[in-house]
């Protein structure tokens, strides 16, 4: 039987040593990849952030955890990512963490979905100024751009990049879908004027699917 708790009690804590072991092992015992990041990393990191929230813990806690996480999704990745290989191209997806913030692991893991979904995904980092959102959409051909955010603080740099799209040449041509914590489905649609919003990594291949079919 899988030890799925010790998978995530060893996000919460920052065990980086354990976790290859434990998910391999789960892996090994038939647990779904999925399931394992969605029901016990994803839930671990959110009790991560509840304890900084509240002062349990610090910068240094919250990036044992990070680490520990991505070091447990390097095992699961190739086995998401083989389905993608298979399949044909659906579209072209330039995707970054907006201007000012760092978070990467959301990110990361839309990035592993649209890839398993049949995308291609162009990972242009972390800090990303709108300019630059711009410059490598147009560069790559992209259909949609993928925001992330997951500071409040980064809320008028989601602004200042969807109206960097609307004021370029490839405005009406090329999609703008946020997501991460901070956005909500009215900020990005309805103050900012982006094309959707997805709240995980599931929903954003079903929201990118969706805004393809209709250009
Ligand atoms: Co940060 N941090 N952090 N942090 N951190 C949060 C976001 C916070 C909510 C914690 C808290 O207080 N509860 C808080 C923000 C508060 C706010 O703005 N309201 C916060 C803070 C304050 C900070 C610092 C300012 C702390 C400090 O220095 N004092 C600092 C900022 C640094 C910077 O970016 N400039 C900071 C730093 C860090 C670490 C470096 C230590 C580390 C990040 C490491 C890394 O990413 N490599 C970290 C972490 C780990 C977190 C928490 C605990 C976890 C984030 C995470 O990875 N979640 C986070 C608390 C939380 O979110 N509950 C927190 C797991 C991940 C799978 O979920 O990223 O939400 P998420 O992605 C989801 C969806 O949101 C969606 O799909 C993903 C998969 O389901 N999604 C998209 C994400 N991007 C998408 C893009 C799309 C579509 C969907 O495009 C189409």
Redesign the pocket.
């Known amino acids: 039987m899988a030890d799925m708790e010790a998978i995530k009690e060893a996000v919460s804590k920052g065990k980086r040593k354990e976790i290859v072991g434990l998910v391999q092992a789960a892996l090994d015992q038939g647990a779904d990849p999925q399931k394992i990041i969605n029901d016990y990393m994803?839930e671990a990191?959110?009790e991560?952030?509840?304890r900084?929230?509240a002062k349990k813990i610090f910068?240094p806690e919250?990036?044992m955890?990070?680490r520990t996480m991505q070091t447990g999704l390097d095992v699961i990745r190739p086995i998401i990512a083989e389905s993608g290989s298979q399949q044909e191209k659906v579209g072209t997806v330039v995707?970054g963490t907006v201007f000012?913030?760092?978070?990467?692991?959301?990110?990361n893991?839309?990035v592993l979905m649209l890839e398993s979904s049949g995308f291609e995904v162009i990972n242009i980092g972390e800090n990303v100024p709108p300019e630059t959102f711009v410059e490598k959409a147009r560069e790559l051909g992209a259909d949609v751009v993928?925001?992330?955010s997951?500071?409040?603080?980064g809320d008028p740099h989601v602004k200042a990049t969807v109206e960097a799209f609307k004021n370029s040449d490839l405005a009406g041509k090329v999609k703008v879908?946020?997501?991460?914590?901070?956005v909500t489905p009215k900020f990005a649609v309805e103050t900012c004027g982006a094309d959707g919003h997805?709240t995980?990594?599931v929903d954003?291949v079903k929201v990118i699917i969706n805004l393809i079919g209709q250009s």
């Open positions: 994803i990191m959110k991560v952030g509840a900084f929230e910068v919250m990036m955890s990070a995707i000012g913030d760092l978070h990467d692991i959301g990110k893991l839309v993928g925001l992330s997951l500071l409040t603080t879908v946020c997501g991460g914590a901070a997805a995980d990594a954003a």
